[in-house]
């Protein structure tokens, strides 16, 4: 996983150099890796009202299920930036990937300390479920 972690973040960097982020200067990329193998990127797009920004992670959860379906699974993700900045995904992004991610499933970001590995489920300890009948 160590290696599959590194080309993932290699991935996150690289799709961060298409951010539009005008306002914040805040390019952030995310990979996400599929159970199919396939690996899918995303960036942040942000907006002028501000409030309609859209995050990297998810970003790249409606470009993978677009492109691969409503069945996905993640087995990892990689969030990286390219303003040399602290970015562990923000709530909302955990809420949106936990959906389809494995509990045990690393993901790697940039933390004050240097880039730091959880997995969903410490990130996300509880996340929203709803069963329904
Ligand atoms: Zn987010």
């Not at 960036?43 to 470009?63: D, H, K, P, Q």
């Amino acid at each position: 996983m160590e290696a599959e972690l590194e080309l993932l973040m290699k991935a996150a960097r690289r799709v961060a150099k298409n951010s539009y982020s005008p306002y914040s200067n805040f390019k952030v990329g995310a990979a996400l890796l599929l159970s199919s193998g396939a690996i899918i990127t995303g960036t942040n797009v942000e907006n002028v009202s501000y409030g309609l920004t859209f995050c990297a992670e998810r970003s790249a959860l409606v470009r993978a299920i677009a492109e691969h379906g409503p069945a996905i699974r993640i087995k990892a993700v990689a969030v990286a930036n390219l303003n040399d900045s602290a970015s562990p995904p923000c709530g909302a992004c955990r809420q949106m990937l936990a959906e389809f991610a494995e509990p045990d499933a690393p993901v790697i970001f940039p933390s004050i300390n240097g880039p730091r590995t959880m997995t969903f489920s410490e990130l996300l300890p509880a996340a929203f479920e709803m069963k329904l009948k």
